[in-house]
């Protein structure tokens, strides 16, 4: 069953870290390009950070040098760091591969709030 769980999001204060976890099933993980996406409240999903089968990443710059993608072939596992985070980056987080994307999955919320 092709499958994306993500977890890991929760309740942060401004400056705080958290670290996302997506765990992929029934699909060729390590040869896909996988992505970090979020969708904040009444505005579009965007993709914030993506991470190549070969390792190479890339950010959208509202999150440049605060987030880190990384990619654990052997677990399925993609992870975002997010440090530094600010109340903007308040949404839902879903994991996806950009190049042949899959059903998604139920997201995980992060919270940034004093």
């Known amino acids: 069953q092709v499958q994306l769980v993500e977890s890991g999001g929760g309740l942060v204060q401004p400056g705080g870290s958290l670290r996302l976890s997506c765990v992929a099933s029934g699909i060729m993980f390590r040869i896909y390009a996988m992505g970090w996406y979020r969708q904040a409240p009444g505005k579009q999903r965007e993709l914030v950070a993506v991470?190549?089968?070969?390792?190479?990443?890339n950010y959208t710059d509202s999150v440049k040098g605060r987030f880190t993608i990384s990619r654990d072939n052997a677990k399925n596992t993609a992870y975002l760091q997010m440090n530094s985070l600010k109340p903007e980056d308040t949404a839902v987080y879903y994991c996806?591969?950009?190049?042949?994307?899959?059903?998604w999955g139920q997201g995980t919320q992060v919270t940034v709030s004093s």
């Open positions: 996806n591969a950009p190049q042949a994307p899959i059903s």
């Open positions: 991470i190549t089968s070969a390792g190479r990443t």
